[in-house]
């Protein structure tokens, strides 16, 4: 693999446990839901995360729960942060890969996530 690679469908967690059209979001994706929804920090049933709503008319939005994440056997900043696996490598390093990052205070792509880290996935048709 190469910086800034595609994962092959085989190494796309998403396809793999979910089978079917599902993928992890490309970072073109994730920007997308960025540029065309509001966020929100919510909590919702008792669970801290996002929700993003379409800025178009507000009828549609989706809830991204923010677990935190694992990192050397430790579950850290759960109810905090969250961070969503992208299909894409960084642009610098094979190690690392592109993800969605957020917090009450920030949302933004980054790729700066080692790969060894646990981080959520989810998965996505089209």
């Known amino acids: 693999t190469n910086p800034g690679d595609t994962l092959e469908l085989e190494d796309d967690a998403a396809h793999v446990n979910m089978g079917g059209d599902w993928h992890m979001p490309a970072p073109k994706q994730i920007r997308e839901l960025l540029d065309n929804t509001t966020s929100t920090w919510t909590t919702l049933d008792g669970v801290d995360g996002v929700t993003f709503t379409a800025k178009n008319d507000g009828s549609k939005f989706i809830f991204i729960p923010a ?4 990192w050397n056997g430790l579950v850290l900043n759960s109810g905090y942060t969250g ?3 992208s299909s894409m490598l960084s642009e610098i390093y094979v190690g690392n890969g592109q993800h969605l990052y957020f917090n009450p205070g920030y949302i933004f792509l980054s790729g700066s996530c080692g790969r060894c880290n646990g981080i959520s996935v989810r998965g996505i048709i089209g």
Do not use: C, L
């Not at 677990?67 to 694992?70: D, I, N, S, T």
């Open 83 to 85: 961070t969503i696996w």
């Open 67 to 70: 677990p935190g994440a694992v």
